[in-house]
Structure formats: C-alpha cells, structure tokens
C-alpha cells in the first residue's frame, strides 16, 4: 500500500495530519531536515509528537525484547524503528537544552550589560560586531596551553646515511631519534633508493600515473584483491565510512582504544556503534548478543595498539564473528613488515610455521587466523619506510569500496617512484626475515634493561616501548630533557593521545640501533627520571598503580615472538645479534636479488647484477651507502658500502 495511503487512516488520532495537505506532507517526507541532515523533515517533526515519544520509551521494554527473541516476523525492523524513535527523542531533547542555554544566555546579557568589561569583550568572540573568528582560534588554542596537551613540533630531518641518526635545524647539530616509525630503516635500505632513482629518472616526480602494486598487497595477506590508497588514515576512513553507509542497517562494534581514523570512519558512515572495553572479550560478546544475527554488523579492532603496545585476540574475536553473524575489519598498521614469516602481520604471525612452509605462494590458507579475518588495513609508511595505505579482503568488497568511496575517488594517486620504492621495501621483506628478527632482540634488551632500574613500561607483547610519565608537563619536559641533554629525540605523548594521567614517552627501537646506542639511551632516561624527579615503578606500586605499571598482580606478557621464531634455541648461528659501532648493517643479497628482478619489465635489469661484489657507488647519489648511526654530537664513522651498483 502507498505510504501517503496510510497516512490518511491515521488522520483521526494525530491532528496534525488531519490539518496538513497531502502535498505537503511528500515535501516534508522529501525534504532534509537542516538540524539533523540525516532525517527529513517530516521525521524531524514527528519528534514532538507524544506518541512517537511513547514509542521510544516502549521499545526500552521487555515486551519488544521478548517479541525479537521469539523471532515474530518483522521483530527486528520494529526494534530498529524504536530506537530510531529512541534517538530523535534524544535529538529533540539536546536541541531543545541547546535552545534553553542560548535562550538564558541572551537573558542574562540584557538583563546586566553594565557588568560587561571590555576585557571580557575581547575573550568572547560574540558581540555586536560579529564573530570574532581570531578570538575563537586563541580561545581553543589556550585550552591546550591550559592542560599541556599543546603539540610542539622540533624541526627532525633523518640523515639517510647515518640512520638512526638525523638533524635539528641547525645540520650540524645530530641526534640520535628512537621514536620513528620507519621501524625497520627501510626507508634507507639500498636496494629501495636504488629503485626509487631508477624509477625517478624514468617517469619523473609527481601523480603522472602510478604503478599499481594492489596485486603485491592482496598476494601478502593471501587475499583475492586489495586497495592503494595515500595513507592508512584515508584508508580506514574511506572503507569504514563505505562499508557503514552501504551496509542496510548495520551496526559497528568499535574497541575502546581504536585509532581516530577508525573513529572517524565510523562517524562519516552515520551507523550505529557500539564501543566494547579494549581487548574484553566477554564485553564484545554481551554486546553482540543483543542484536539480531541478521543485522549486518562489523567488528572493528586492531592487531597492535601503538599506543600501549598491547595486542588484539585476533583469533577470538573471529569466534566470535562466526558465532554471531559478524565481518571483521582488522588494522594492522602497526604489525605489517613487522610480524609473521613474510611480514604479513600479527594475524599471519598467530599460524607461524604453516605460512613459513607455504612460502611465497598467493593462495589463502583455509582455517588460519589470516584467512579468516574479512578485511584487513596496513600502511606502507611504517615498518615499510614508505607512504601510502591500503584495504585486502575478497574481490567484490573492494571493488565496492573502489566504486563508491570518496576517499578513493576524490584524490590525487601516489607518485610513482614512491610506489616503487614501497615494492621494492614489501618485496625484500617478504623475502628476509632478518630484520624484524633483529629488532625484536633489540626491543627485548631494551625493555630488560629499562626494568632493572625501575624504570616504568607499560607492558605488552609487541615493539612498542611506552615508558609511563603520568604527567603532561613532566612529559614535555623528559622529551626537551633527553633532546637538549643527550641529544637523543623521543615524542612526549599527551591527550588526546593517550588518556590524561598517562603521558608516556613512546620508544621505537629498530635493527638500525648499536649495541652502544642501546646502553647511552638506557643511561640517558635513568639519568632524565632522577633530574626530574619522574615516578619509577616503585612509585606507581606505591599508588596503587596505572596502565599495569606498579600493579599488585604482576602480569605476565609472553612476546609475540617466541624463542624459537627468533632463532634463539637453535644453532647460535641463526640467533640475532645486535650491531655495534663501525659494523654494516646487513643487507641480504638474495632479497636484494629478489627486489631487483621484480622491476626488470619496467626499468630493465640493473647492469652488473653480481651482487655479492662490493663496489663503489655513483656520487651523485651517495646516500645509497650505508653508514652506521653514531651518536648524537660525534664524528661520523668511516662510511661502508655495500653490494650495490646505483644507477641514476
């Protein structure tokens, strides 16, 4: 039956149908409402009825709950009506409030004009004279001043040659930085300059078309199809935002401690979400028992926590998925390069040894966690050394997203000499294991030597190194303390970051580290904690505790990778050993091999292609050799080259 049909039955009981003309009421149901954009306006109006009201407060009832259970027909779309109803209440009800409050303010204005103050004028960016948009910005920007969550940025530039080493603004003052995000150095790893400037002498700088490599991105996750996009951000905004939209009534179950790009996906797609406790399983689940398995929902969360270093129970969560009629939507921008045999992430890393055995091959592997997850994000501008972001899952998924996200569509593609070095970094990794073995050794070492004097980290199985300050200014004060002091660069973080009371400094150790850098920066934070008087672990047992730091029950955190992975208990050999001052990073030839050859059709092959030789490289492109990062304010050391001929 035609809606406008129904709606004259109903003419009898509300009277404002009996008085309203067919024709308009199709121009309220067509129009939107400009306070809520998401309704029309014909909804919007049926908020002040007090029978829609009504309605809202039965769909709270037992009764509806007891209809859906029993599986009536339509029971799901009747509970879904009513929390619509519920929530344009709720709507009414803010926007009234926010009338009320603008309505008194104006009253108590005219009511004391005499008590206004030229100072008090200039603080309010309303008056007569119109909005004072300057005013406005200084007020907001003050707020930060106010709780020292101000951002400070320190002008860092990364010395490729000498890396982890970079300068200040000043070139000729260096420090040693220990919080970057090129957590493997690739962004400095030969085989990657080399491609980037052959590739930059070949197709120039700039969007002039780009070399897709979705296919490499699908083939490292054993997924049909995947997504380039210019950052993860974009990514998971784009996707999410999509997904959300397109999906008929569905509903998001976000981990508290999701990433704000993942927030804002959410947000942009206008779905319902519902936030369950970070990493509780018994609360995802209690939360996904309340809807009905047809509802289209999705479960969002991420492998590793970058700002706590915790990590995801991936495989649970799939449990769960399945049992309740769920997708998964998995961020691994913070394990991929990093975790598992090829650097696929912490969902490849969870069946080790079965993708370790399957080698290189694309095709997904039936009951592994990897395989089971249905949407998985990374990055190429972290473990990478890249920029740009991407989304993997099945064939017509992405092709959904493709088609019909703005994020996607509206915006310029990656240059190609940047696409390029991002497959020559995911090829070499994916071929070399050594690295991320290396790094989680040096993780290991750091965060044993940090404990023995006390100082606190927040625990977790993952590489992120988060030392708990539990103050604001004493954060930005470590930060200018190690950078001024010992030329040693670590990111104070603050809310909105973090939660405020638990302002950390947040380590990234990489395989680029020395044996000597490793002990100056374990002596430079002990000395920075005693200078400022920072709270060590004691303190915080002291107190009862925070973020796991001082806890009375001492949890116990396995590392992701065990013993075995990191070739500890087999032959010495295999086992990872941290450089010291003077020694080459090691670049392993048969990867480097493997890298080159993927761009043999494209650039052609590199002329002398016997890599075992070490040789002089092209000065005009010098920083593809490799030097061993020296401390803050020291000479350089005697650079070393490496088995690499740099065409430019």
């Known amino acids: 039956m035609d809606k406008f049909s129904l709606f004259s039955k109903f003419t009898s009981v509300c009277p404002f149908l009996a008085r309203t003309q067919p ?6 149901c067509t129009s939107a409402s400009p306070q809520f954009p998401s309704l029309n306006k014909l909804t919007e109006k049926a908020t002040e009825c007090p029978l829609v009201q009504g309605f809202a407060s039965l769909a709270q009832s037992v009764d509806v709950v007891k209809i859906h259970q029993d599986n009536v027909s339509h029971a799901s779309k009747a509970l879904a009506a009513a929390r619509m109803a519920e929530e344009l ?9 926010l009338k009320a409050a603008k309505a008194a303010h104006q009253a108590a204005t005219a009511q004391a004009p005499q008590e206004t103050s030229r100072s008090d004028l200039k603080q309010c960016p309303f008056n007569a004279g119109g909005f004072n948009y300057e005013q406005f910005y200084t007020n907001e920007l003050q707020k ?6 101000y951002r400070y940025f ?6 490729a040659t000498k890396f982890p080493v970079a300068h200040t603004a000043d070139t000729k003052t260096e420090v040693e930085v220990w919080c970057a995000n090129d957590y493997l150095g690739m962004g400095n790893n030969p085989v990657v300059l080399e491609t980037m400037h052959r590739t930059l002498d070949k197709y120039g700088h700039g969007a002039g078309g780009t070399r897709n490599i979705a296919e490499r991105l699908a083939a490292l996750h054993r997924k049909p199809a995947a997504l380039v996009f210019s950052s993860c ?3 998971n905004d784009a996707t999410l935002s999509t997904l959300g939209t397109k999906l008929p009534g569905c509903v998001y179950f976000s ?16 779905a319902k979400k519902v936030i369950w406790k970070h990493n509780d399983l018994n609360d995802l689940e209690n939360k996904l028992k309340e809807w009905p398995k047809e509802t289209p929902k999705i479960i969002a969360f991420e492998s590793v926590y970058s700002m706590c270093g915790s990590v995801g129970p991936i495989k649970e969560i799939c449990d769960l998925a399945d049992k309740y009629g769920a997708i998964t939507f998995l961020d691994e921008v913070h394990a991929v390069g990093l975790y598992g045999p090829r650097g696929a992430g912490v969902a490849e890393h969870l069946d080790y040894d079965v993708h370790k055995a399957a080698g290189q091959s694309t095709d997904p592997i039936p009951g592994t966690v990897m395989d089971r997850v249905d949407i998985i994000t990374g990055t190429l501008g972290k473990a990478y050394g890249a920029v740009g972001g991407y989304v993997a899952g099945s064939a017509k998924f992405i092709d959904m997203v493709r088609s019909y996200a703005p994020g996607f569509i509206f915006t310029t593609s990656l240059p190609p000499v940047t696409v390029s070095g991002a497959h020559a970094s995911i090829v070499y990794q994916k071929t070399y294991n050594g690295d991320r073995q290396l790094m989680q050794w040096n993780v290991r070492e750091v965060k044993k030597r940090f404990a023995s004097r006390g100082i606190p980290v927040v625990p977790g199985p993952s590489h992120i190194v988060p030392v708990l300050i539990g103050d604001a200014a004493q954060a930005k004060q470590a930060s200018d303390y190690l950078l001024e002091r010992h030329s040693i660069y670590v990111q104070a973080i603050n809310y909105p970051t973090v939660a405020r009371g638990e302002e950390r400094l947040r380590f990234t150790i990489t395989p680029g580290h020395t044996l000597e850098q490793l002990e100056r920066v374990v002596a430079a934070v002990d000395d920075t904690f005693n200078t400022l008087s920072i709270k060590r672990e004691a303190d915080w047992a002291a107190i009862g505790g925070r973020c796991g730091v001082g806890s009375e029950v001492k949890e116990t955190v396995t590392p992701i990778w065990s013993d075995e992975q ?6 010495a050999v295999l086992a990872p050993r941290t450089r010291r001052a003077g020694e080459a990073r090691k670049v392993d030839v048969h990867a480097l091999a493997v890298a080159r050859k993927q761009f043999n059709n494209l650039l052609g092959p590199v002329p002398n292609t016997d890599v075992s030789a070490s040789v002089n490289v092209n000065p005009s492109i010098s920083s593809l050799r490799m030097r061993t990062g020296a401390a803050g304010r020291r000479p350089l050391e005697t650079p070393v080259t490496v088995p690499l001929v740099a065409t430019a």
Do not use: C, E, F, W
């Open 233 to 235: 951000y974009v990514a």
């Open 255 to 270: 981990d508290a401690s999701n990433h704000a790009s993942m927030i804002q996906g959410i947000r942009h797609s206008g």
């Open 154 to 159: 320190n002008t860092i530039n990364r010395l």
């Open 566 to 571: 990191l070739g500890l208990t087999g032959p």
């Open 144 to 149: 930060k001043h106010d709780d020292k969550s």
């Open 89 to 97: 209440a709720a709507a009414k009800k803010r926007s009234d409030a």
């Open 23 to 28: 024709t308009s009421i199709r121009t309220l």
